[in-house]
C-alpha cells in the first residue's frame, strides 16, 4: 500500500520537491506525480479539453510520474489512475514562496491539489517555504544545486506528516503548512488561521500587453492567531483550512435580511 501520494505545482525540477521526496521515502511509501512544467497560480483547475499523457522520467535515484496538466489533475491521476488503492495522505510541496491569506491560497496551485485530495476524500498537508524576495530573485530553484535551501522545509515537512497521517480530523480538509526561511525542527510550530489579504492589481503593463507580478509580502496589521503574523515573528504556521462555502450563521443571516417569496 502506498502511504503518500506526493505532488507540486512547480514541477519535477523544482529544488523543493526532491529534497521533500527524499526525506519522505525514508519512513514512508511515497509515489510521485508533478505537472511536467511549472504551473504556478492555477488554484484547482481541472484540465477540459486536452488530453492528457502521463510519463515516467527519472529523478536521481527514483522513478517519478509527470504530467502535461494542473496539480489538481496529478492528484486525479494519482488516485485513480496510478494507485491501486487509496494512500493515507496526499502531500503537495515544498512551493517556491509562502501560501498564506485568503487571497493567495485561493490561487494557489499547491494548495489546489490539495483541496482536489480533500474533495475525494483524502487527508491532505500543503506545504510552503517562505523565500525572501530579495534571495529569490537571485536564486535559481530549479537548479538541484539549490537543494540545501530546502532540507530543513523538507525535514519539518515529514515531521508534521508524522503527527497528521494516521489521525482523523472529521472538521478539517486541508493543512496548510507555511515555513520561515531559517527554520529547523526545532522551531516553534504556530496552529493559525489565514489572514485577509488585498493585494490589490496584479497585472503589469508591458510593451505587448499585461503580465503577471506577484506581489510582495507585506507584514501589516499583524492580527494575533494569523498565519502572516507567525511567519513574522519566525514561527512555523500550520492553518486548518474548510472548504464548507458557506456557514449557518450565513445562512441564519441571509435569512433574517431576505424575505424569500
Keep these: 500500500m502506498t502511504d503518500i501520494l506526493l505532488t507540486n505545482d512547480d514541477g519535477y525540477e523544482s529544488a523543493g520537491f526532491y529534497p521533500l521526496l527524499?526525506?519522505?521515502?525514508?519512513?514512508?511509501?511515497?509515489?510521485?506525480?508533478?505537472?511536467?512544467?511549472?504551473?504556478?497560480?492555477?488554484?484547482?483547475?481541472?484540465?477540459?479539453?486536452?488530453?492528457?499523457?502521463?510519463?515516467?522520467?527519472?529523478?536521481?535515484?527514483?522513478?517519478?510520474?509527470?504530467?502535461?496538466?494542473?496539480?489538481?489533475?496529478?492528484?486525479?491521476?494519482?488516485l485513480f489512475n496510478i494507485l491501486t488503492s487509496s494512500p493515507k495522505m496526499v502531500v503537495s510541496g515544498i512551493n517556491q514562496g509562502v501560501n498564506i491569506g485568503h487571497a493567495r491560497i485561493l490561487s494557489s496551485g499547491t494548495i489546489g491539489a490539495a483541496i482536489e485530495a480533500s474533495i475525494q476524500g483524502t487527508p491532505a498537508l500543503a506545504t510552503s517555504l517562505m523565500i525572501p524576495s530579495e534571495l529569490k530573485k537571485d536564486l535559481d530553484l530549479f537548479d538541484e544545486k539549490n537543494y540545501s535551501i530546502f532540507e530543513n522545509a523538507a525535514k519539518i515537512t515529514a515531521k508534521i506528516t508524522r503527527k497528521l497521517i494516521n489521525k482523523t480530523f472529521d472538521d478539517i480538509d486541508v493543512f496548510s503548512m507555511n515555513i520561515p526561511y531559517h527554520a529547523t525542527i526545532h522551531s516553534k510550530l504556530k496552529i493559525t488561521k489565514p489572514f485577509r489579504e488585498n493585494y490589490e492589481g496584479l497585472f503589469h503593463k508591458i510593451d505587448v500587453g499585461y503580465m503577471l507580478q506577484t506581489p510582495n509580502l507585506i507584514f501589516k496589521e499583524l492580527s494575533d492567531g494569523t498565519d502572516l503574523k507567525a511567519l513574522y515573528e519566525d514561527e512555523i504556521s500550520l492553518s486548518p483550512l474548510t472548504f464548507d462555502l458557506s456557514s449557518d450563521e450565513a445562512i441564519k443571516n441571509l435569512e433574517e435580511q431576505i424575505t424569500l417569496a
Excluded at 27 to 51: F, H, L, M
Excluded at 60 to 75: F, K, M, R
Design 22 to 78: 527524499k526525506e519522505l521515502s525514508k519512513e514512508y511509501s511515497v509515489v510521485a506525480i508533478t505537472p511536467d512544467k511549472e504551473r504556478s497560480w492555477i488554484g484547482k483547475a481541472i484540465t477540459s479539453k486536452d488530453i492528457l499523457k502521463i510519463n515516467k522520467v527519472p529523478l536521481h535515484d527514483v522513478d517519478i510520474y509527470t504530467l502535461n496538466g494542473t496539480p489538481a489533475d496529478c492528484v486525479q491521476i494519482g
